[in-house]
């Protein structure tokens, strides 16, 4: 495979490390570069590692967990980050932010209505990205970019507003029956994405599915569902130097101590000559992490 660049790496940072409990990648969106710039954050540190690119990078794994939520030490990670007491009782970790049309609420049965009340009840947005092909994707309003930049997404472009999360599960479950809402990572981190039209995918769509958005509007009001016309497609580019062959799968839990030449940075992946790593996956873990010139 062709090397492939995309925009130009910050400067070489050299003899740089940071060490604590691992965060999901921070990534911004500077619209003078429209290239996604990216932060490692471990415990207090916020490192910028664009210009880690390039270089050979070590990551270490203590093998200690501590849950994002409450701090408890814990054996095992669930939903990125949390021990299992916070992983069942939270309500942002419910089955109903998966899919939020089984919102649950008016049932009486949410784990915090207050949560529910400041989060839940609040626009939503929904979209169409292109991670690895045409998909669609709800989020807050306030969540854009960084909703698409987790993602991977090179394309994106919001379609409707919604009034509430729930709703807007009922409106991607109707895009659902037209078009994906999954990711498929190893494309994505293999670059074999096409530039699509979102304009004209947008407007099919929303003429195949102008029947059930109707009758969406009659049940929750005319205005709780808007379509959003004045807003063109946002293109994303990564700091990639080569896009990976074949894709090996990294895992501190397998393998605690990972090295090699940073070659790219795309959704919360970190992508090496010697494989691939989720970050946001392994959120909570003690980990270290050092660059130095290959």
């Excluded at 814990?74 to 970790?93: D, I, V």
């Excluded at 979209?127 to 994707?137: D, F, I, M, R």
């Excluded at 109707?174 to 498929?184: E, G, P």
Aim: aromatic fraction near 6%.
């Amino acid at each position: 495979m062709d090397q492939l660049i995309l925009g130009r790496p910050a400067s070489r940072q050299q003899g740089q490390a940071a060490s604590g409990q691992l965060r999901k990648l921070d990534i911004r969106l500077p619209m003078e570069t429209g290239q996604a710039d990216y932060h490692l954050r471990t415990g207090e540190q916020r490192l910028a590692i664009n210009g880690w690119v390039g270089q050979r990078i070590r990551l270490h794994s203590s093998g200690q967990i501590h849950c994002v939520e409450c701090g408890r030490a814990t054996r095992k990670s669930f939903g990125q980050g949390h021990c299992y007491p916070c992983f069942s009782s939270l309500a942002h970790c419910d089955l109903c932010m998966m899919r939020p049309e089984t919102c649950h609420y008016f049932q009486g049965t949410c784990r915090d209505p207050a949560w529910g009340e400041r989060h839940c009840f609040r626009p939503h947005t929904v979209y169409l990205a292109n991670a690895s092909g045409l998909k669609v994707g709800i989020t807050r309003g306030t969540n854009m970019p960084t909703r698409w930049l987790d993602q991977g997404a090179i394309q994106a472009l919001p379609i409707l507003d919604v009034d509430t999360r729930q709703q807007s599960g009922m409106v991607e479950t109707l895009f659902k029956s037209h078009v994906s809402d999954r990711t498929n990572w190893r494309a994505m981190l293999k670059g074999e994405v096409e530039p699509l039209d979102l304009i004209a995918e947008r407007d099919r769509l929303l003429a195949e599915l102008a029947p059930g958005l109707e009758a969406l509007r009659r049940r929750f009001g005319e205005d709780a569902i808007q379509t959003v016309d004045d807003v063109a497609p946002l293109m994303i580019e990564y700091p990639v130097l080569e896009w990976p062959r074949k894709i090996v799968s990294l895992n501190f839990d397998k393998t605690p101590s990972i090295e090699g030449t940073l070659l790219g940075l795309k959704g919360q992946y970190l992508i090496l000559d010697t494989g691939v790593i989720n970050l946001r996956k392994f959120a909570g873990y003690q980990v270290s992490a050092s660059a130095e010139a290959a």
